[in-house]
């Protein structure tokens, strides 16, 4: 089993940043991807990020060249770095980790971000 634990939201007004970090343990030996989500109310979970194992990064048009992923491999951590946070940005954000693209995602618990007008 893999586990996941994000941290790192909060309340902030728009224009703003917030980090957030998702900590990896378990059975994460042959884990290959890592991406961020994201839930608002009302709305279906929107995939938002992945990194790869490679390095290789990808993201939803709604979040490019405002949000940055990366992962620090000695400390089995994935952090989403999010500037000029907007208002449509406010969601529970969760961690998913899989083998490989299209497998199983093992999620976090997810963390609240709420970014103020």
């Known amino acids: 089993q893999v586990q996941l634990v994000e941290s790192g939201g909060g309340l902030v007004q728009a224009g703003g940043s917030l980090r957030l970090s998702c900590v990896a343990s378990g059975s994460i030996f042959n884990i290959n991807v890592m991406g961020w989500y994201r839930q608002a109310p009302g709305n279906q979970r929107e995939w938002v990020a992945r990194?790869?194992?490679?390095?290789?990064?990808n993201y939803a048009d709604s979040v490019k060249g405002r949000f940055t992923i990366s992962r620090d491999n000695a400390k089995n951590t994935v952090y989403l770095q999010m500037n000029s946070l907007k208002p449509e940005d406010t969601a529970v954000y969760y961690c998913g980790a899989q083998v490989v693209l299209g497998s199983k995602i093992y999620w976090g618990q997810g963390t609240q971000v709420t970014v103020s007008s």
């Open positions: 990194i790869l194992s490679g390095g290789s990064t």
